[in-house]
């Protein structure tokens, strides 16, 4: 064969020049902390301007180009217009703030870039490891099962699909849903369910009517009495329980249900006992908090979220399953091209894409493995406390202030309030709590979420935040009265 000497280099995607890029990559690193370490001082948020909303109108580039013009092209458009979850006064939706550690953990996920379907090597025995202390988190046997998923609307989907195939009582997975069946499988919730819950149903082929909402109580927990009385109900019209769904911790107010007598109910119907623990079960780590949440260790099922509460970077579900059996007959399916070996790369029995939809995954544990060994369930449980103390804090706040109140019990962590002067029209009330709202955003003041209970617009300040401190919600409350004193004359 003739060698030519002069011919280009071998071309690969690595860099061309590794120095450079190495480089580039201390640089992004320094970058990073500084980004983090200064989280408080930058504007929570801001509008993207017209120049960058183009930057992302232009065609797919056809021609290399330097990585280092790329990473400016990052830091001018992309980077000084994130989302503001960092910040310590976030506290929209429900999300956490991340950890160093978790980034870490991300990196070396994409560094080392294995695959989590199966095999034979070691993150997949990280990711064993943190669903073993997931379960001992729990209070979860150690014959139980689990999977990391992207977040809690997966976690539950999966715990809802097993629950299903456990319950129905035939082969659904080779004849589907019977037809004397359609329409008639029945879950119960109460009607502060997350919607993920009745997506997941509706995927499962019972349909949005599948899912039972039963009314709350005036502290929003699911009415027991109410859920007894519909189950009997819909059992003398023919129709087939086969699930609750208990939620420690709702999205709206973060209001716990009794688990322990959820648990009764479906130890007495013989039903499927799941929860959706995606703001509440990992609170379990909290002294303070965990005997509110006493029952969940008895649940069939139970979907965690660790981008929420634990903080870890997004994405980070994780779903536990009592019965490891029902749980793999949900999801095993192993063709001759997944076919496993007694030894090498594709032997060992606990494959992943056996417990779960997903076959590729990618290497989610790495983050909850370093942040858990890094800072320990105790540290962990110590932030969970101080949000849950704070709620209560900012609620003594509003209550000290006249022209503020409460919308809703505080739950877990959840603290939902209005600007209210007294003599105003709902719909004027409404108005002018939208707006402050908006002003708080718009301001780069704070940024609390938003609901509407029994027809009230209020500010729902959703604290799992580690960066919290009580001054913030100080400044919260006063722009919050500076603001409606503002606008209540515009009004
Ligand atoms: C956030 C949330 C979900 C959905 O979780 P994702 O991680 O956003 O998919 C489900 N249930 C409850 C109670 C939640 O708060």
Partial sequence: MNKNTSAKPFETLDPQDWEKS??????????????????????????????????????????????????????????????????PRFWAWYMGNGTVSGIMGDFWASVMNPNLGGGNHAAHKVEEQVINWMKEIMGFPATAS????????????????????????????????????SGK???YASSEIHSCNQKALELLGLGSDGLQKIPVHSDYTINLDALVA?????????????????????????????LNRLADICD???????????????????????????????????????????????????????NQKAHKDTFSLIPEYLAKNTRGIASGDNWFSEYGLQLSRRFRALKIWMSLKEHGTERFGRMITRNVEQARYLGSLVDSQENLELVAPIGLDI???????????????????KEIKLQLEERAIALPGYTTLNKSYCLRVAIA?????????????????ELGQELQHSY
């Fill in 230 to 258: 519909q189950i009997k109900k819909d059992r003398e019209n023919g129709l087939r329980p086969f699930c609750i769904i208990g939620t420690p911790g709702t999205v709206n107010t973060g209001a716990i249900d009794d």
């Fill in 185 to 187: 499988m029945r879950a």
């Fill in 465 to 481: 935040n580690h960066r919290s401190t009580d001054e913030d919600f100080e400044v919260l409350v006063t722009h919050v009265l």
């Fill in 146 to 181: 689990g999977i990391l998923v992207s977040g809690g609307s997966m976690a539950n989907f999966t715990g809802l699909a097993i629950a299903r195939n456990a319950k129905c009582g035939y082969d659904i997975r080779k004849e589907g849903l019977r037809p004397e069946d």
């Fill in 268 to 322: 007495a119907e013989n039903l499927w006992f799941h929860v959706d623990g995606a703001i509440g079960a990992i609170a379990v780590l909290s002294p303070k908090v965990k005997p509110k949440l006493a029952g969940i260790e008895r649940a069939n099922s139970v979907a965690l979220d660790l981008h929420k509460w634990l903080h870890m970077p997004f994405e980070s579900g994780c779903v536990l399953v009592k």
């Fill in 22 to 87: 190495r480089a580039l990559m201390h640089q992004m690193v320094d970058d990073a902390f500084a980004y983090i370490s200064k989280v408080r001082e930058r504007e929570i948020w801001k509008d993207m301007p017209p120049e960058t909303l183009d930057s992302f109108t232009t065609p797919v580039p056809q021609k290399p180009n330097d990585a280092k013009a790329v990473y400016e092209d990052f830091v001018q458009h992309v980077l000084p217009y994130n989302m503001g979850n960092l910040h």
């Fill in 415 to 433: 603290v939902c309030f209005r600007y209210n002067p007294g003599g105003m029209a709902l719909e004027t009330l409404n108005a002018i709590n």
